[in-house]
């Protein structure tokens, strides 16, 4: 039989490790399990041997894929949440107490933030305060809908399947950033070779040409003048340009970053064509998959369309779903408070109808985030499609009408030497 080494928790919060020798990885998890232990690592000795040599005592990798990313050293952030939260839920779900969990995750983590995090937590757990109250006191962190899915769980007695419920929404969500932004990576890696094409062209090549064409004056074709011109500006001011553009994009960044400045960009990212309607569709998704998994797990109406309008970015969409929840406060059918926004598709609308007259409002808005996620992957692959070959052909066409205008030069030469 192949022999396995593993990590577990006791039921004291313990971690400890050993090997054993088992027929299959399945038989080895039981023998741990029937030892009271809850599994954290299982890995086949022959392949583990290194890295449990280099394991100091006392620490643990979890099962948990998501630990790798808390080895770097800096403050908490999203990924380490989803780390917590993962680990927790796991070590939650085979029974062990919710003290002795935390103390396991204090013995896995290898970051001092994430330890000195969940060591502010173990303590304010200890003194009787529930875990939502605990995580509140890091809001900035965690977020409404965080403490607030953590609450419910508090209250049903399913704190492992909210947690669960949690760590699929945050995996989905994160998906959905992680698609935005390696869709506009190809885009711009070609945005800087049209930057830094130009910029060679007219930094050093153009230059090169300038003493052949300096004796014509006007008898030079006009594109080619201009060109020469343009290089001579380059490469005599070119540090300058760059120093000003550098500035201007700076302040321009901070402006954007203003609330004035955000507000401006937003509203006009939403009226652009294609894109616009691609943002519109995004925040849509991230607002109607918190809300559904609010409500699916317990939250109240109201709460929850307060805390699902707060996860939409943008201000402009914020400030129409910011009034959803004073209708249905006077009440009125979630469906006439959406429709009264004036951005929701006749799709989404009949989905919340249906939702609301059948008692599954949540499942519903569930199933519209599936609906618009699937429609904003679309959306961007085809909008790449346009992009990339556009940026490809204007990327030509000024390098071919460099090269054009300089042989436009050195045939005006021939003709004045005939």
Not at 391 to 403: D, E, K, P, Q, T
């Amino acid at each position: 039989m192949p022999d396995y080494v593993w990590r577990a928790a006791t039921a004291a919060g313990k971690v400890e490790q050993g090997q054993l020798s088992a027929a299959s990885e399945a038989a080895a998890l039981r023998q741990l399990r029937a030892q009271g232990l809850t599994p954290l690592r299982l890995q086949d000795a022959a392949s583990a041997g290194s890295d449990m040599a280099a394991a100091a005592p006392g620490k643990g990798i979890p099962l948990a894929a998501g630990a790798k990313a808390r080895a770097a050293r800096g403050p908490v952030n999203a990924a380490d949440v989803l780390a917590l939260t993962t680990e927790l839920a796991i070590m939650l779900r085979a029974g062990l107490a919710l003290d002795n969990a935390l103390r396991v995750l204090i013995d896995m983590t290898h970051k001092p933030s994430v330890g000195a995090l969940v060591r502010g937590v173990l303590e304010a757990v200890k003194g009787g305060t529930p875990l939502s109250r605990a995580l509140a006191a890091h809001r900035e962190l965690f977020g409404d809908f965080y403490i607030n899915m953590v609450r419910s769980g508090e209250v049903s007695g399913q704190m492992s399947a909210v947690l669960d419920r949690l760590v699929e929404h945050m995996e989905r969500q994160r998906a959905l950033r992680e698609s935005v932004i390696s869709a506009t990576i190809y885009p711009a890696i070609l945005l800087g070779v049209a930057v830094l094409s130009l910029v060679a062209m007219l930094g050093f090549v153009v230059p090169q040409f300038e003493k052949l064409f300096t004796d014509m004056g006007d008898a030079l074709p006009l594109p080619t003048r201009i060109v020469m011109e343009m290089g001579h500006a380059f490469k005599q001011y070119g540090l300058v340009m760059a120093v000003l553009a550098f500035a201007g994009g700076a302040l321009l960044l901070r402006w954007l970053r203003s609330p004035a400045g955000r507000h401006w960009w937003q509203s006009r990212l939403l009226r652009l064509p294609l894109v616009g309607r691609l943002a519109l569709k995004y925040q849509l998704t991230l607002f109607a998959r918190s809300l559904g998994t609010l409500l699916g797990n317990g939250v109240p109406m109201l709460t929850a369309l307060h805390i699902a309008t707060d996860t939409v970015g943008n201000t402009v969409l914020r400030q129409a779903l910011a009034k959803v929840a004073p209708i249905v406060k006077e009440g009125g059918k979630v469906v006439q408070a959406v429709g009264a926004t004036g951005i929701f598709e006749p799709l989404a609308i009949n989905l919340i109808r249906v939702g609301e007259e059948t008692g599954r409002i949540g499942a519903m808005m569930l199933e519209l985030s599936n609906i618009l996620n699937r429609e904003v992957e679309t959306g961007i692959k085809r909008l790449l499609t346009l992009v990339e070959p556009v940026l490809i052909l204007v990327l030509g066409m000024l390098i071919a009408a460099i090269i054009v205008s300089i042989l436009l030069g050195i045939l005006s030469i021939n003709d004045l030497a005939v």
